[in-house]
């Protein structure tokens, strides 16, 4: 079974700096995609950012990011430039290709945006 | 376009009762897959449904159970809930299997008391 881990339960960063956000991965299969999910408070789940495990260029979506190694199944998000409108849970998560829609999930990073 | 609905999106049970949620997804997507958040277990995938065909299911008791209608709409409903199924319910809705964004909705939040 896959299994998706975030190792820092919260984080926080100065408005206009740069974090970033660690994601680790189990899995055999090698056809795979990487998302980075956001949940603001009390607001609707949105995707940030996707990465197929086939392609070595790393994902970009203007200041979101990520670094993919595949070999060490890592997967991590790096904001730059961070807003107030940042703040929110950020989920990682793993699906199968050829696997139908089935996201396994981390269990989340809180991140704060001080001013 | 219209987002994914949830109905309802705040529901008290009482333990030992029966409870329905719905989710109606984008117009024009027809895969739908439920989720349930708490704060001890994160989000675990439930079920996901295409083309009325539940295509996957997740590691939950038979009490757990859904449907997907002709118009792509979908059900989930729990049976003899207990207080562990007090939770946020996520339905995601996407244009067909394999798709790479699923739209979420804003989630039914049941309280088992």
């Known amino acids: 079974a896959q299994t998706v881990t975030q190792s820092q339960p919260e984080m926080s960063v100065q408005e206009a700096e740069t974090v970033t956000l660690s994601c680790t991965y189990d899995?055999?299969?090698?056809?795979?995609?990487l998302f980075w999910y956001k949940q603001p408070p009390s607001r609707q789940m949105i995707l940030v950012i996707r990465?197929?495990?086939?392609?070595?260029q790393n994902a970009t979506e203007n200041r979101f990011s990520v670094n993919f190694q595949k070999a060490a199944k890592s997967f991590s998000l790096k904001i730059s430039d961070s807003q107030l409108g940042d703040a929110a849970m950020y989920f990682c998560?793993?699906?199968?290709?050829?696997?139908?829609?089935?996201?396994?999930f981390g269990g989340g990073t809180r991140l704060m945006v001080k001013p | 376009k219209a987002g994914v609905t949830q109905t309802p999106r705040y529901l008290i049970k009482t333990r030992g009762q029966q409870v329905t949620l719905s989710c109606s997804p984008i117009?024009?997507?027809?895969?739908v897959s439920w989720y349930q958040q708490t704060p001890g277990q994160g989000l675990q995938f439930l079920f996901e449904?295409?083309?009325?065909?539940?295509?996957n299911k997740g590691n939950f008791p038979g009490r757990f159970s859904g449907r997907q209608f002709s118009n792509s709409r979908s059900e989930m409903n729990v049976s003899t809930l207990e207080l562990g199924d007090s939770a946020l319910y996520l339905c995601?809705?996407?244009?067909?299997?394999?798709?790479?964004?699923?739209?979420f909705g804003p989630g039914t939040r049941l309280t088992v008391t």
């Open positions: 995601a809705s996407s244009p067909r299997q394999g798709f790479d964004e699923q739209y």
């Open positions: 899995t055999s299969e090698s056809d795979y995609y």
């Open positions: 990465q197929e495990a086939y392609k070595q």
């Open positions: 998560a793993y699906r199968r290709n050829n696997a139908g829609n089935m996201l396994t």
């Open positions: 117009s024009g997507h027809r895969s």
């Open positions: 449904y295409f083309s009325e065909t539940q295509k």
